[in-house]
């Protein structure tokens, strides 16, 4: 699946959020998206999934203008992994991802013996299925986070759209989580992932989408374009690129 974004705008109260943006990203593509807080990367990610249709510029599936594909066929396209949440009532982790595949099921229906299937092989791929039975609310941070990502697998989108699904992850659970994305792209999917750390876009992503708050956007392989003066242009702070025998490391400079 191809997705191409064309001359993207879009502005708030007469400000520009995305200006001009323009990139294209395929199946087995991991792209991070980075840039400061207030550059655009929710907007983007909102404009993608069209909930903001007041956009200018195109955005296409596989050739065909998301405007003009309806909610359902969109959502089996794509797929939204959300910052972790924590739920008003306490589903189990198996009806958390039976969730995501209501657009599949029929009004008034109840989930199936094969989509309960379904379900457990998305879980068993993230390797959660252990916990198919547990309280979601009662999961750790990681635990729910690769719970949510085996909801968008169940719900068969081929792209997988994550705002920052590593914010609320301790250091551990970061590395791990994003591992499994990572193996995800390998397996096909088009991961498109908005993170505050350019390190993880440097270690893991396959692309990088660096967005600066209505100005030009930069995108290409990691280690061509997260370079010191980038980091300083994105983040106003200085920071050494440290080679290691287990790759570069990304050192901000105490100020």
């Given at each position: 699946?191809?997705?191409?974004?064309?001359?993207?705008?879009?502005?708030?109260?007469?400000?520009?959020?995305?200006?001009?943006?323009?990139?294209?990203?395929?199946?087995?593509?991991?792209?991070?998206?980075?840039?400061?807080?207030?550059?655009?990367?929710?907007?983007?990610?909102?404009?993608?999934?069209?909930?903001?249709?007041?956009?200018?510029?195109?955005?296409?599936?596989?050739?065909?203008?998301?405007?003009?594909i309806g909610p359902r066929e969109l959502s089996s396209c794509?797929?939204?992994?959300?910052?972790?949440?924590?739920?008003?009532?306490?589903?189990?982790?198996?009806?958390?991802?039976?969730?995501?595949?209501?657009?599949?099921?029929?009004?008034?229906?109840?989930?199936?013996?094969?989509?309960?299937?379904?379900?457990?092989?998305?879980?068993?791929?993230?390797g959660v299925l252990r916990l198919e039975d547990r309280d979601?609310?009662?999961?750790?941070?990681?635990?729910?986070?690769?719970?949510?990502?085996?909801?968008?697998?169940?719900?068969?989108?081929?792209?997988?759209?994550?705002?920052?699904?590593?914010?609320?992850?301790?250091?551990?659970?970061?590395?791990?989580?994003?591992?499994?994305?990572?193996?995800?792209?390998?397996?096909?999917?088009?991961?498109?992932?908005?993170?505050?750390?350019?390190?993880?876009?440097?270690?893991?992503?396959?692309?990088?989408?660096?967005?600066?708050?209505?100005?030009?956007?930069?995108?290409?392989?990691?280690?061509?374009?997260?370079?010191?003066?980038?980091?300083?242009?994105?983040?106003?702070?200085?920071?050494?690129?440290?080679?290691?025998?287990?790759?570069?490391?990304?050192?901000?400079?105490?100020?």
């Amino acid at each position: 699946m191809k997705l191409q974004v064309e001359n993207l705008t879009y502005e708030y109260q007469d400000s520009p959020i995305l200006k001009n943006l323009s990139f294209e990203a395929e199946s087995g593509d991991f792209i991070c998206v980075i840039g400061p807080n207030g550059a655009g990367k929710s907007t983007l990610f909102r404009c993608i999934l069209n909930f903001l249709p007041d956009y200018g510029g195109t955005i296409r599936l596989d050739g065909r203008n998301i405007k003009e594909i309806g909610p359902r066929e969109l959502s089996s396209c794509i797929s939204y992994i959300p910052q972790i949440h924590r739920p008003t009532f306490g589903y189990s982790v198996l009806d958390t991802v039976l969730m995501g595949m209501a657009g599949r099921i029929a009004v008034f229906s109840k989930p199936g013996p094969s989509e309960i299937r379904e379900a457990e092989q998305a879980l068993d791929k993230m390797g959660v299925l252990r916990l198919e039975d547990r309280d979601f609310a009662r999961l750790s941070g990681g635990e729910q986070q690769l719970v949510l990502i085996a909801r968008a697998i169940a719900q068969k989108a081929q792209i997988l759209v994550m705002d920052e699904p590593t914010s609320a992850l301790d250091y551990g659970n970061q590395y791990r989580v994003l591992g499994q994305i990572r193996e995800l792209s390998e397996q096909g999917y088009l991961v498109l992932l908005s993170t505050h750390h350019p390190q993880h876009a440097l270690q893991y992503s396959t692309g990088v989408l660096a967005l600066n708050k209505g100005g030009p956007a930069l995108q290409g392989a990691p280690e061509e374009i997260l370079t010191p003066r980038l980091i300083r242009k994105l983040y106003g702070i200085e920071a050494e690129f440290l080679k290691t025998p287990s790759g570069t490391v990304i050192l901000p400079k105490r100020q």
